[in-house]
C-alpha cells in the first residue's frame, strides 16, 4: 500500500485540530449549552405531543378507510343482488304485479268517472225534472280494489323457508369480530358461506317437506329417513329446530368443511347465528337466527 502524500497528513491532522477545538469549545460553554438545552425542551415537547396526535388521527384514518372499504364491498354485493332480482323475477309475481296494475288502472278510471259524475251533478240546473233524481257522491276507497296479498307458501306448509334462514351479516357487526377469529376473511366471503347453508337448508327441509310418500317418489327415502333419525335424536319430544351437518355440506356442494370454513363456522357462533350440537361423534349446526 503506498505510503500517505505529506498533503494528506496535513488534511488529516488539520482535521483532527478543528475536532478538538470544538470539543474544547463546547466544554469551555457547558453551562450555557445547558441552558439553550433547557429553552429548547418545551419546543420539543410540543413537537412529540403533535406527532402523537398525528399518529392517532392516522389510525383513525386507517380505520375509517376500512371501513369505508367493508361498506363499499357491501354495496356492490348489494348491487349485484338487486341486478340479479331485477332480471329474474319470478313469472308468477310478474303475474302478480300485471293484475295489481290493471286493477289500480281500472280503480283510478272508475275513481276518475264517478268524480266526474259528481261534478255534472253539481253543476246541473235546478229545474232538473223529477224522473232524473241526482245520485249522492260516492266516496271510493282505492284500497278496496287492490288484490289481498296472502303468503300461500306459510299457509300450506308447516315450514318456510325464514324459520331456518341465516341472517347475512351487515358491516357493523363484521367490523365487531375479534381480527384473531376472522383473519383474511372479507364481509362477503362470510355472507357468500352464509348464503351457500342457506341452500343447503333449503334443500333439506324441502325434501323433508314432502313427506315419506313424496320422499319416495322423488327417490330419496333413504335420506328422507336419515334426516328423521337425525331430527328425532336431536328434538325427540322437544320443540323443532334446524340444523345442518358436515355431511350435508358435503353432499349438496361436493366440499369439505376445511379450516377456512370451520373458522367461518365459529364467526358465525360468535355472531349468534348457528350454535353446535353434539350427536354421539357428530357435530351439528343449529340456527339460532330467524328473519
Do not use: W
Not at 419546543?43 to 363499499?72: G, Y
Not at 300485471?98 to 259528481?118: G, I, L, R, V, Y
Not at 364467526?267 to 353434539?278: D, N, P, S, Y
Amino acid at each position: 500500500m503506498p505510503a500517505n502524500s505529506l498533503e494528506d497528513v496535513m488534511k488529516d491532522q488539520i482535521k483532527k485540530l478543528n475536532d478538538l477545538e470544538m470539543a474544547t469549545n463546547f466544554i469551555r460553554h457547558k453551562s450555557e449549552l445547558n441552558n439553550v438545552l433547557i429553552d429548547l425542551k418545551p419546543s420539543i415537547d410540543t413537537i412529540k405531543i403533535n406527532v402523537s396526535r398525528f399518529k392517532e388521527t392516522l389510525d383513525k384514518m386507517k380505520e375509517q378507510n376500512e371501513m369505508c372499504q367493508i361498506l363499499i364491498e357491501n354495496l356492490s354485493a348489494y348491487e349485484k343482488t338487486i341486478t340479479h332480482m331485477q332480471e329474474n323475477i319470478p313469472p308468477s309475481l310478474q303475474d302478480t304485479l300485471k293484475d295489481q296494475n290493471e286493477t289500480c288502472t281500472a280503480s283510478q278510471m272508475k275513481n276518475k268517472n264517478n268524480n266526474n259524475n259528481n261534478n255534472s251533478s253539481v253543476a246541473a240546473p235546478k229545474s232538473k225534472s223529477k224522473s232524473q233524481p241526482t245520485n249522492p257522491a260516492v266516496i271510493i276507497d282505492p284500497t278496496e280494489y287492490l288484490p289481498y296479498q296472502k303468503d300461500c307458501k306459510k299457509t300450506l306448509f308447516k315450514d318456510n323457508d325464514d324459520c331456518y334462514k341465516i341472517e347475512l351479516l351487515n358491516a357493523i357487526e363484521f367490523s365487531k369480530i375479534p381480527k384473531y377469529m376472522i383473519g383474511r376473511q372479507t364481509l362477503t366471503n362470510v355472507n357468500d358461506f352464509i348464503t351457500s347453508i342457506n341452500q343447503i337448508m333449503k334443500s333439506k327441509y324441502t325434501l323433508m317437506g314432502l313427506g315419506k310418500i313424496g320422499a319416495r317418489k322423488k327417490g330419496e327415502l333413504d335420506l328422507y329417513l336419515q334426516f328423521k333419525k337425525e331430527e328425532t335424536d336431536i328434538y325427540n319430544g322437544k320443540e323443532r329446530k334446524f340444523f345442518f351437518t358436515a355431511e350435508d355440506y358435503h353432499r349438496e356442494t361436493k366440499t369439505k368443511l376445511d379450516k377456512a370454513k370451520l373458522n367461518m363456522l365459529t364467526v358465525l357462533r360468535h355472531c349468534k347465528r348457528i350454535k353446535e350440537l353434539r350427536n354421539g361423534k357428530n357435530v351439528l349446526y343449529e340456527v339460532i337466527s330467524c328473519q
